[in-house]
Nanobody
Framework: QARLVESGGGLVQPGGSLRLSCAAS????????VAWYRQPPGKQREFVAR???????DYADSVKGRFTISRDRAMRTGYLQMHDLKPEDTAVYYC?????????WGQGTQVTVSS
C-alpha cells in the first residue's frame, strides 16, 4: 500500500512563506498526479491545488497567485510553495494521490499564520 508523508508546516507570520513537501513511498501515477487539500479549524476539508498528467494545474481561487504546486521528475515527491501567507491560510494541509482505485492521503501538516 502506498503511503504519503507531508512535511514543512509550521508557524509563520502574515506575509511569510512556507514550502510543503509530500513524499510518496511509491511512484505517483502520472495520470493521477498530486493534490493538496487543507482543513481550517472548525471547517471542512477544502481543495487547494492539483497537478496531473503532463502538468495540468488547478488552484483554488483563494490561493491563485500566491501558491505554486509542483512535483519532482521521479514522481516521488510533490511540493506546495506558499507565499504571502494570510491568517485564513491557517489549516492542516494534506496531500493526496490516487493509486488505481485507492485514494491515498497523508497524515497532514499544520500551517499556522499568525503574528
Amino acid at each position: 500500500q502506498a503511503r504519503l508523508v507531508e512535511s514543512g508546516g509550521g508557524l509563520v507570520q502574515p506575509g511569510g512563506s512556507l514550502r510543503l513537501s509530500c513524499a510518496a513511498s511509491r511512484n505517483i501515477p502520472l495520470n493521477s498526479g498530486v493534490a493538496w487539500y487543507r482543513q481550517p479549524p472548525g471547517k471542512q476539508r477544502e481543495f487547494v491545488a492539483r497537478i496531473v498528467g503532463g502538468g495540468t494545474i488547478d488552484y483554488a481561487d483563494s490561493v491563485k497567485g500566491r501558491f505554486t504546486i509542483s512535483r519532482d521528475r521521479a514522481m516521488r515527491t510533490g511540493y506546495l510553495q506558499m507565499h504571502d501567507l494570510k491568517p485564513e491560510d491557517t489549516a492542516v494541509y494534506y496531500c493526496s494521490a490516487r493509486y488505481g482505485s485507492e485514494q491515498v492521503w497523508g497524515q497532514g501538516t499544520q500551517v499556522t499564520v499568525s503574528s
